[in-house]
């Protein structure tokens, strides 16, 4: 006999709730900074990118891929 929805759904409830509550090692300092660094430079990333796509001028454009390559280069950079 096939279980109904709500069954599912309930056991889907349980199972990511304890996955959340899989307790984490706390980070340190410098590690939530490196982090903090890093995902501001993939938003400001994303941001040049959708900018691009929208940019209508030669210059505006060269100046938003030399942005987008500066933001690669320091993803890419070591911490």
Known sequence: MARGFESKDVEFQ???QERV??????????????????????LALARAKDDLAHARTPAHKRMLADAIAALEQQLDAPA
Request: no cysteine.
């Open 21 to 42: 509550a899989t307790p984490r090692r706390a980070l340190t300092a410098e590690e939530r900074e490196v982090a903090t660094k890093r995902h501001t430079l993939e």
């Open 14 to 16: 349980q199972s990511e």
